[in-house]
């Protein structure tokens, strides 16, 4: 999908307010969350690189949140693919 901000998915299905931007710089693909329900957030926290996401996940004990499933690179890698 794509709107003004980007390229996006939703990383929790079920909650559509909730979109993950991705884009790709050089080799890098970064991911930008966007919260209907926290409009701030986007301000207050830019784009991320993968490699970021692979080192903060290992951080994570994956109860409450999983950085590998929000941060999805398979799903990012198949909507940037939709630019052709």
């Given amino acids: 999908m794509k709107d003004e901000k980007g ?7 079920q909650n559509k307010r909730v979109r993950m931007y991705v884009q790709k710089t ?22 991320v690189p993968y490699k970021a996401v692979t080192r903060a996940a290992e951080m994570y004990d994956k109860k409450n949140f999983d950085p ?17």
């Fill in 68 to 84: 590998g499933r929000a941060y999805d690179i398979h799903v990012a890698r198949e909507v940037l693919s939709e630019d052709g």
């Fill in 26 to 47: 050089g080799n890098d693909i970064l991911f930008r969350m966007w919260n209907a329900d926290d409009p701030q957030m986007w301000e207050e926290h830019g784009w």
């Fill in 7 to 13: 390229r996006y998915y939703h990383p929790f299905p």
